[in-house]
């Protein structure tokens, strides 16, 4: 597991390639979201952090809800289909992200 942590310290683009089958959700969102959303905060819309004040005044309660946001996001965030982030992996990360961001 130590090996994809040195690979989320890459950020942004170079992440990309992270997605592999074991990653776990605090690796895939260090490798994949904490470029724009460093500690559950937001740097380009600061109204839509990851805290759980946020996310429930915008209805994302849930991994399921999470995991659609992430397949159709807002404007500014990347777009992460099937293919860039399979339903295994979004849902660790939405897992990840309810137990993290209080
Ligand atoms: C390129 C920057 C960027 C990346 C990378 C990114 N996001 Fe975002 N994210 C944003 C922006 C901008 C918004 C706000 C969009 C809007 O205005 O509706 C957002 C919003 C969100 C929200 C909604 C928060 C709320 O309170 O409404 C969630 C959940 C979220 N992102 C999860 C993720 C996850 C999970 C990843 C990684 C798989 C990720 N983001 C990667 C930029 C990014």
Redesign the pocket.
């Known amino acids: 597991m130590k090996r994809f942590t040195v690979a989320a310290v890459a950020l ?1 683009s170079t992440a990309l390639f992270v997605a592999t089958a074991c990653a776990s959700g605090e690796e ?2 260090n490798a ?2 904490m ?3 460093p500690n559950g905060g ?4 600061k ?5 759980k004040k ?2 429930e ?2 209805k ?1 309660k849930t991994t399921k809800e ?1 995991v659609k ?2 397949r159709n ?6 777009k ?1 289909d099937v293919k860039a ?1 399979p339903d295994k992996d ?1 849902k660790a ?2 897992e990840y ?1 309810i137990k993290t961001f209080k």
């Open positions: 942004t895939i969102f994949k979201c470029a724009c959303h937001n740097i380009i819309n109204s839509k952090t990851l805290s946020d996310r005044a915008n994302l999470l946001y992430m996001p807002g404007p500014g965030m990347t992460f982030l979004a990360v939405a992200i």
